[in-house]
């Protein structure tokens, strides 16, 4: 059992940067590949990036590939998205997820955060 917690969320201008927290719970957060994913209103949940277990493969979507970047600290129980350069268009809740290995597919990820709202201005 994985509990997510995020954080980092907010309001802030087109061109500027936000990092997004996600803290988990449990002593099994090195086991779990990470994933990041975000929903717009009337819109599904699309995939943004996934992080391996150990923080050595990344994925990334091809909207936010160059301007946002996952790591985790398995120390601190934490993944972090660092998202630069923000965009109009990247205004959604953003959600932490976890699970035994990387996926892009948001329905194989069988742990959620609460999500995050992140809204950037034009």
């Known amino acids: 059992q994985v509990q997510l917690i995020e954080s980092g969320g907010g309001l802030v201008q087109a061109g500027g940067s936000l990092r997004l927290s996600c803290a988990a719970s449990?002593?099994?957060?090195?086991?779990?590949?990470m994933g990041w994913f975000r929903q717009a209103p009337g819109k599904e949940r699309d995939f943004v990036a996934t992080i391996s277990a150990s923080g050595g493969s990344t994925v990334y979507a091809d909207s936010v590939k160059g301007r946002f970047t996952i790591s985790r600290d398995n120390a601190k129980n934490t993944v972090y998205l660092q998202m630069n350069s923000l965009k109009p268009e990247d205004t959604a809740v953003y959600y932490c997820a976890a699970r035994p290995r990387r996926a892009m597919n948001p329905n194989e990820y069988a742990y959620w955060g609460q999500g995050t709202q992140v809204t950037v201005s034009s």
């Open positions: 449990g002593r099994t957060f090195s086991s779990y590949a």
